[in-house]
């Protein structure tokens, strides 16, 4: 988490002091410290795109991509209710985590990595984050795509719809 959010590992866990590293679950309420400059090998949420050569920089790393595509993005949480009662699983039967999205296969194939951009939501990382198509559902159909979040249905539903932007790498 340190690493995700830019922040110094010890000031985290300083500004959660009533939370154990290893007992870190969804749902759980963690504050992240401010910090202006980035954590000592983190960086700054950043995006930058250059089309003449198809690539894109997302969090200072730079990733060669083939195509964009725009979609209408809804978000899920791991409760049975929202996974058509699978349970907290992919479509091949792995734990869902943050990157799985459920896309329809015919547009975007299972298994095809992503960067996404356009989105707003606490629970995903600024301005960019890597997935890949893991998951399908029942009402993703053409260009929509569902993005699994970590936490409760409540937390979750807050991301609405957003209309964001897939960076298809290669």
């Known amino acids: 988490m340190a690493k995700r959010y830019g922040v110094n590992l010890d000031k985290l866990m300083k500004a959660n002091p009533s939370i154990k590293p290893t007992n870190i679950y969804p749902g759980l309420k963690i504050k992240i410290p401010s910090t202006g400059?980035?954590?000592?090998?983190?960086?700054?949420?950043?995006?930058?795109?250059?089309?003449?050569?198809?690539?894109?920089?997302?969090?200072?790393?730079?990733?060669?991509?083939?195509?964009?595509?725009?979609?209408?993005?809804?978000?899920?949480?791991?409760?049975?209710?929202?996974?058509?009662?699978?349970?907290?699983?992919?479509?091949?039967?792995?734990?869902?985590?943050?990157?799985?999205i459920a896309v329809d296969p015919?547009?975007?194939?299972?298994?095809?990595?992503?960067?996404?951009?356009?989105?707003?939501?606490?629970?995903?990382?600024?301005?960019?984050?890597?997935?890949?198509?893991?998951?399908?559902g029942g009402a993703i159909k053409g260009n929509r795509m569902d993005i699994f979040i970590p936490g409760s249905p409540s937390f979750v539903s807050t991301f609405g719809f957003q209309h964001v932007k897939l960076y298809i790498i290669k």
């Open 106 to 136: 015919k547009v975007i194939p299972l298994g095809t990595k992503v960067l996404v951009t356009g989105h707003s939501h606490p629970g995903l990382p600024k301005k960019a984050f890597m997935a890949v198509a893991r998951d399908i």
């Open 37 to 100: 400059t980035p954590a000592k090998g983190g960086f700054i949420p950043s995006l930058n795109v250059y089309p003449d050569n198809k690539v894109v920089e997302a969090w200072g790393k730079t990733f060669n991509y083939n195509k964009t595509v725009n979609v209408k993005a809804t978000a899920y949480s791991s409760a049975a209710s929202e996974n058509g009662g699978w349970g907290p699983v992919d479509y091949f039967g792995n734990p869902l985590k943050l990157g799985t």
